[in-house]
């Protein structure tokens, strides 16, 4: 069974810009969350979708926004970039079926804002 | 909403030695804590967890313990290895926020051959 699946995993953007990542949970997980992680910071929670709808947020400005398709594909966009927003954005699919599923992590967007 | 924190930030041993790594939540309705390891560049991958009606539980060379009543976690490490070293985080999970895992800060754990 294949994995999460993230793209762009490198991506260069300006300030100002805004950005769009993709993700691909694993064959029948219907829940995709999203964490940005930078050095220093540890993990912190962005968002969760269920079932296209966001069943979770964190504490992360409007600038960032994500949605969920009918196949439980996500995306996540930033806009306005910033230069604090440079990090590794993390995706993450599970079961959640009920609580305490295990989540799943891809390999990560690596984002650079300059 | 859910806190987890985490110590020690950083935990360096002799190889063969024991880590311990210890977690503690504020939400009595989390039930589900798992572990995961985050070597360099990669991603974080779980290496073990343990719901609340469980106390312990082992997996060769790692063990989770669990008291829900002072609502901490550790994870145990015997016989540390140099490729166990890499960043650790636990984490938790529960009722109130199913699809939300609040993780810890992490513990970078080093093992010196």
């Known amino acids: 069974k294949a994995g999460v699946t993230q793209t762009p995993r490198y991506l260069i953007k300006t300030r100002g810009q805004q950005v769009t990542l993709s993700c691909s949970p694993i064959?029948?997980?219907?829940?995709v969350s999203w964490y940005q992680q930078t050095p220093g910071q540890g993990l912190q929670f962005l968002f969760e979708?269920?079932?296209?709808?966001?069943?979770n947020k964190g504490n992360f400005p409007g600038r960032f926004s994500g949605r969920q398709f009918s196949n439980s594909r996500s995306e996540m966009n930033v806009s306005t970039l910033e230069l604090g927003d440079s990090a590794l954005y993390l995706c993450?699919?599970?079961?959640?079926?009920?609580?305490?599923?295990?989540?799943?992590f891809g390999e990560g967007s690596w984002l650079t804002v300059v | 909403g859910e806190n987890v924190e985490q110590h020690p930030s950083t935990l360096s041993v002799q190889e063969g030695d024991s880590a311990v790594i210890k977690c503690t939540y504020s939400?009595?309705?989390?039930?589900?804590f798992p572990w995961y390891k985050q070597e360099l560049g990669k991603r974080p991958q779980l290496i073990i967890d343990?719901?609340?009606?469980?106390g312990e539980k082992k997996d060769q060379r790692i063990a989770v313990t669990l008291n829900k009543t002072a609502k901490h976690f550790s994870l145990h490490i015997t016989e540390t290895q140099p490729e166990d070293s890499a960043v650790y985080f636990c984490?938790?999970?529960?009722?109130?926020?199913?699809?939300?895992?609040?993780f810890g800060d992490g513990t970078t754990l080093t093992v010196k051959p």
């Open positions: 979708y269920f079932s296209e709808t966001q069943r």
């Open positions: 993450a699919s599970s079961l959640a079926k009920s609580s305490g599923n295990t989540i799943y």
């Open positions: 984490a938790a999970s529960g009722t109130t926020n199913a699809g939300k895992s609040t």
């Open positions: 939400d009595s309705a989390s039930n589900y």
């Open positions: 343990i719901r609340s009606n469980v």
């Open positions: 064959s029948g997980h219907r829940s």
